[in-house]
């Protein structure tokens, strides 16, 4: 079982920059593939980026494509998600998900859990 909780949402100006953490229990972290999702009001669910549980492979969706990065530290089990030039259609609440096994995430339907969330509001 891992425990997922969100944080570094908030309120930023189109163009600006945020950085998301998501802390996870348990001292099997690096077995789990980590992923950033996000939800905006009346939207799915949408896959953002993924990393893998060595953090030497990610991927990313294309509207997030080279202005976000996913990292993630293995020994703080923590991974993080750097948003720059930040747009208010990334308006969204943004989710952790965690997967064991070999498999990257990148749909919804292939996380085995998920956190809280947090919020991230974008200004124009």
């Known amino acids: 079982q891992v425990q997922l909780v969100e944080s570094g949402g908030g309120l930023v100006q189109a163009g600006g920059s945020l950085r998301l953490f998501c802390a996870a229990s348990g001292r099997t972290f690096s077995r789990y593939n980590m992923a950033w999702f996000r939800q905006a009001p009346g939207e799915e669910r949408e896959f953002v980026a993924a990393i893998s549980r060595s953090g030497s492979n990610t991927y990313y969706a294309d509207s997030v494509k080279g202005r976000f990065t996913i990292s993630r530290d293995n020994d703080k089990n923590t991974v993080y998600l750097q948003m720059n030039s930040l747009k208010p259609e990334d308006t969204a609440v943004y989710y952790c998900?965690?997967?064991?096994?070999?498999?990257?995430?990148?749909?919804?339907?292939?996380?085995?859990?998920w956190g809280k969330g947090t919020l991230v509001t974008v200004s124009s």
């Open positions: 998900a965690a997967r064991g096994g070999v498999t990257v995430i990148t749909v919804a339907s292939g996380v085995d859990y």
